[in-house]
């Protein structure tokens, strides 16, 4: 059964920086690409960063690119994503997600199972 355990949120000023982490089991982790989406309250979920089966291939939403950087270590079945530079705008839920196949895609449908989640919190 695949599971995966989004950690790492908090309350953050603004400018911080927090470190998500999400862990990955049931499956052969390397032979999926990973991503992160993230859902404000009241917003539809958005995507964020998506990495493919090494750390060769990325992709970032425009909002967050230059700030936030996604990152795998297969030998811990674990993704990550480094936030820096925070805005009040980054405060949602963060989910991490993954799919089969070398694409790293930006819409929700391209992606099977989802974590529970974890709030990010940004204060002005």
């Known amino acids: 059964q695949v599971q995966l355990v989004e950690s790492g949120g908090g309350l953050v000023q603004t400018g911080g920086s927090l470190r998500l982490s999400c862990a990955f089991s049931?499956?052969?982790?390397?032979?999926?690409?990973m991503g992160w989406f993230r859902q404000a309250p009241g917003k539809e979920r958005e995507f964020v960063g998506a990495?493919?089966?090494?750390?060769?291939?990325?992709a970032y939403a425009d909002s967050v690119k230059g700030r936030f950087t996604i990152s795998r270590g297969n030998a811990q079945n674990t993704v990550y994503l480094q936030m820096n530079s925070l805005k009040p705008e980054d405060t949602a839920v963060y989910y991490c997600?993954?799919?089969?196949?070398?694409?790293?895609?930006?819409?929700?449908?391209?992606?099977?199972?989802w974590g529970q989640g974890t709030q990010v919190t940004v204060s002005s």
């Open positions: 049931g499956r052969t982790f390397s032979s999926y690409a």
């Open positions: 990495i493919g089966r090494s750390n060769g291939n990325t």
């Open positions: 997600t993954f799919r089969e196949g070398l694409r790293v895609p930006r819409q929700d449908y391209e992606y099977a199972y």
